[in-house]
Structures are given as structure tokens and as C-alpha cells.
């Protein structure tokens, strides 16, 4: 069956342009991030998971992890926690105090510290807590709740039906699932199959996510699984384009063109200009660096790039070095990145 990728797609009230969606990811998906990307016509941008207790203690910095540029929603704000009241009183000040349009739940994320916290992917072993953690923050907001989660545990505990109706059940917007089990973590291949299964077992919208690498994988995910929308993640960093070549492809088959050298460079400059005003360009520096490596990425010459990158201290510096590189690299006629 060939889907017709044009139709935009709802979540309770909110309704997306498109089915191409931005995933949440931790230390990257933060507004200067996300709205970079969102130019580029995501349809959804979810925030990276921010702690309950955090936002319940008021702690600072994760307050400032809530701000919201108006440019950037339809937007998505994930949370995380392992205790009903917590995670209800978050998700309430969310709900109250922040312009996100819907509210996540993290069933997903599988590194040790927050398994230990009881959250993240340590849900995916229990359908009845699901259902109660799930009803009881519904009940308490009135923005639409979601949850993104993976498969399962492990390959002998893939609860994902299961678990995806639990949350339909408990009021659920909607669902996005990440073909992989916890104990893959970020290894292996993505499991299409059981997405597949998710989608034909419940009502609510389902958003698919893993190894979506380019427009076709993309089209083919939609086209094999027949989810409403399409997940992108890695293949986003240092390449919102991917994005935008994504929503043109399934809008109308046609893939346009990677960017060239000095287009990537000067969406990698406002992405850091972006990060140096929610920042501070000290921070703004260190963590712009990672970006910079994913932005030079294909590009000629890249590995002393990123050498020379990771050393710079200072703003000026580093908006001064990608600029000669870019200048450098058009000299050699090498415009259009390899991939």
C-alpha cells in the first residue's frame, strides 16, 4: 500500500503541516537546536527529557531547559520520572507554565542512571504501571499527553503492543516508538516489523523512529509500517536539511540537493549565534563544538577542522575559523558536500 505522505496529522487538538518530526535528544534538543531545525519544516520538534524532580524543586537550570522560542511550535515536552506524584506535579507546571502544545512522557531513554531512577525505559517491563503513570498525569493536565518509548527491554521482553495500548487505554494521545530494545541501546537495526504491529494495534496516532537516515528510509517507513508520522534523530545533527529534503521527497518525490560547503557553514554560524544567546558564548563554545563536527561532516579536510575546533576557547575565534574554511574550501572548487 502506498500511503499519501502529504496528509498532515493530529495529536489531540494539534495538528501538524507534515509527518516529519524531530526527535527529543538529551544534551542536543535544546530551542536553539530545535528552532534551527525547524526552519527547515519539521512538522514536530520534541524537546529534549527534562527531570520531574527538577522542575518540581524548581532547580534552576532546569527551568531553564522549559524556554520555548514562539517560532518553534507545534513543540513537544518530554519529561521523565519514575513516581506518580512527581511526575504529575511536572507535567502540571508544564501544562501551566510553559507554551509547549503537548506533553510527553520518556518511556524510552536507556542509559543506567535514570533505569536506577526507576524511568526511562524501565517502564517497558510493566503495562499496568504504564497505564497508571499515564491516566494519572491525563487526568491532571489539559494539554494532549504522549508517550515515546522502544520496543521493549530486551528480545525476550518486547511488551510494545502491549505497552502502546496500555497508553491508548490511560488516554494517550499518541505513541512514537523506537524500533530498538533497551539492551541495544543504540546498536543494531531498528525493528520496522514491531512498529508495524503498534500501528495496527491501537486508535492513536503512532510516530515512528530508527534508522531513518535519508528521505527514502523515511518514505519506506511510512509506506511499510503505516505510521502517521516519521522520526528523525542522528540523521538530523549537522544536517537539517535532512529535514527538508525529507518533507520536499514525501511531499513530491523529488530529492533536491545536498548543500553546499558555505550553506553549511552559515546555518552552522546562526546555530551557534542561536546557542550563544540561550547560553552564553563560554558554553556556547564548548558545546558548539560537537555541532561543528556534524556540520563539517563529508566536507574535505574535515578531521583537522574538528582538531582545530576542539581547541578554540573564544567566539570570535571560532566564527573566524569556520568562515576561512569555508572560503578555503569554495578556493578548491569543493562546494557541494561528499556524502
Known amino acids: 500500500m502506498t500511503l499519501k505522505p502529504t496528509k498532515p496529522f493530529r495529536i489531540g487538538y494539534v495538528e501538524m503541516d507534515n509527518r516529519v518530526v524531530l526527535a527529543p535528544m538529551a544534551g542536543?534538543?535544546?530551542?536553539?537546536?530545535?528552532?534551527?531545525?525547524?526552519?527547515?519544516?519539521?512538522?514536530?520538534?520534541?524537546?529534549?527529557?527534562?527531570?520531574?524532580?527538577?522542575?518540581?524543586?524548581?532547580?534552576?537550570?532546569?527551568?531553564?531547559?522549559?524556554?520555548?522560542?514562539e517560532r518553534e511550535n507545534p513543540l513537544s515536552l518530554q519529561?521523565?520520572?519514575?513516581?506518580?506524584?512527581?511526575?504529575?506535579?511536572?507535567?502540571?507546571?508544564?501544562?501551566?507554565n510553559t507554551t509547549a502544545?503537548?506533553?510527553?512522557?520518556?518511556?524510552?531513554?536507556?542509559?543506567?542512571?535514570?533505569?536506577?531512577?526507576?524511568?526511562?525505559?524501565?517502564?517497558?517491563?510493566?503495562?499496568?504501571?504504564?497505564?497508571?503513570?499515564?491516566?494519572?498525569?491525563?487526568?491532571?493536565?489539559?494539554?494532549?499527553?504522549t508517550v515515546k518509548m522502544r520496543i521493549g527491554w530486551d528480545e525476550k521482553n518486547i511488551l510494545a503492543v502491549e505497552n502502546a495500548q496500555a497508553i491508548e487505554r490511560a488516554g494517550g494521545a499518541a505513541v512514537a516508538v523506537h524500533g530498538r530494545t533497551r539492551e541495544q541501546m543504540y546498536?543494531?537495526?531498528?525493528?520496522?516489523?514491531?512498529?508495524?504491529?503498534?500501528?495496527?494495534?491501537?486508535?492513536?496516532?503512532?510516530?515512528?523512529?530508527?534508522?531513518v537516515e535519508s528521505p527514502q528510509d523515511a518514505k519506506r517507513m511510512l509506506d511499510e509500517t503505516g505510521v502517521d508520522g516519521v522520526m528523525i534523530g542522528r540523521a538530523a545533527l549537522g544536517d537539517p536539511w535532512m529535514i527538508y529534503r525529507t518533507v520536499e521527497y514525501l511531499e513530491s518525490g523529488d530529492l533536491k540537493p545536498e548543500p553546499s560547503v558555505r550553506e553549511k557553514i552559515d546555518v552552522c554560524l546562526l546555530h551557534f549565534e542561536r546557542l550563544a544567546q540561550l547560553k552564553g558564548e563560554k558554553v556556547a563554545v564548548r558545546e558548539m563544538r560537537k555541532h561543528a563536527s556534524w556540520y563539517l561532516k563529508g566536507i574535505r579536510?574535515?578531521?583537522?577542522?574538528?582538531?582545530?575546533?576542539?581547541?578554540?576557547?573564544?567566539?570570535?575565534?571560532?566564527?573566524v575559523y569556520l568562515n576561512q574554511f569555508a572560503e578555503e574550501r569554495m578556493a578548491s572548487r569543493e562546494e557541494v558536500v561528499s556524502v
Open 28 to 69: 542536543i534538543s535544546n530551542s536553539a537546536f530545535r528552532l534551527t531545525v525547524k526552519e527547515f519544516g519539521a512538522g514536530l520538534v520534541y524537546a529534549e527529557m527534562i527531570s520531574d524532580k527538577g522542575i518540581v524543586q524548581q532547580n534552576e537550570k532546569t527551568l531553564s531547559m522549559l524556554y520555548i522560542d
Open 187 to 211: 546498536e543494531g537495526y531498528a525493528n520496522w516489523d514491531i512498529i508495524r504491529d503498534v500501528k495496527q494495534a491501537v486508535s492513536i496516532p503512532v510516530i515512528g523512529n530508527g534508522d
Open 101 to 145: 502544545d503537548i506533553i510527553d512522557i520518556n518511556m524510552g531513554c536507556p542509559v543506567n542512571k535514570i533505569i536506577k531512577c526507576e524511568a526511562g525505559a524501565r517502564w517497558l517491563l510493566d503495562p499496568n504501571k504504564i497505564y497508571e503513570m499515564v491516566s494519572a498525569v491525563v487526568d491532571n493536565v489539559t494539554k494532549p499527553v
Open 79 to 96: 519529561i521523565f520520572g519514575g513516581e506518580k506524584e512527581t511526575l504529575v506535579a511536572a507535567a502540571k507546571y508544564v501544562d501551566q
Open 301 to 319: 579536510g574535515n578531521g583537522t577542522a574538528r582538531t582545530i575546533i576542539n581547541q578554540i576557547e573564544d567566539a570570535n575565534e571560532l566564527k
